[in-house]
């Protein structure tokens, strides 16, 4: 602690840890963004109502303009930067690349940290608003279009790409079924 309104915390992004001096009421896309130079979450509305600057946080997605950076203390964050891997594209991106599921990119970083939480919450048995049946002992719902656009409906595409981003999911999920 600095002094009554900063503090310097941990910020664990990525896999690497950054130590930076945040004040109190910093929000997580600032301290990202300003603090240690991660520039993929976006910055689209700053109230949470668009999805640009979606990121994870112990593997489950959050707005990080509505979250504090010291409520992140501890946490494992993985941004945009974070999901390719020994210099892989995440098969997310691959999708979204060969499918056009973006157009001036500005919601994809957050379309695709929200679609990998998504994915995660769907094989976990989480139901979504449009699940048929929620039941306790109903089995994981089918995964289809209507499932995705409810799932990523917290996600705005100003461009429209939407036929294209849900494709790109969906070609995900089978992709990752038939592998396993
Ligand atoms: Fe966070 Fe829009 S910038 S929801
Ligand atoms: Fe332009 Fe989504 S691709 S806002």
Known sequence: ???ETCSEIPLRVNGLTHS??????RTLLDALREGIAHTG??????????????VLVDGRRVV???????AADGSGITTVEGLAQDGELHPLQQAFVQLDGFRCWYCTPGQLCSAVGMLAEHSAGWPSAVT??????????????E??????????CRCGAYPSIVRSVLETASRTEAAG
Not at 20 to 25: F, K, L, S, Y
Not at 42 to 53: F, I, L, S
Not at 136 to 144: F, G, R, S, T, V
Not at 147 to 156: D, H
């Open 147 to 156: 499932e995705v656009r409810e799932r990523l409906s917290g996600n705005l």
């Open 20 to 25: 930076p001096h945040v004040d109190n009421r």
């Open 41 to 54: 979450p976006m910055k689209g509305c700053d109230r949470g109502q668009c999805g640009a600057c979606t």
């Open 1 to 3: 602690m600095t002094n």
């Open 132 to 145: 048929a049946d929620v039941s306790p002992e109903a089995p994981i719902a089918e995964l289809d279009s």
């Open 64 to 70: 990080s303009c509505l979250t504090l950076a010291v």
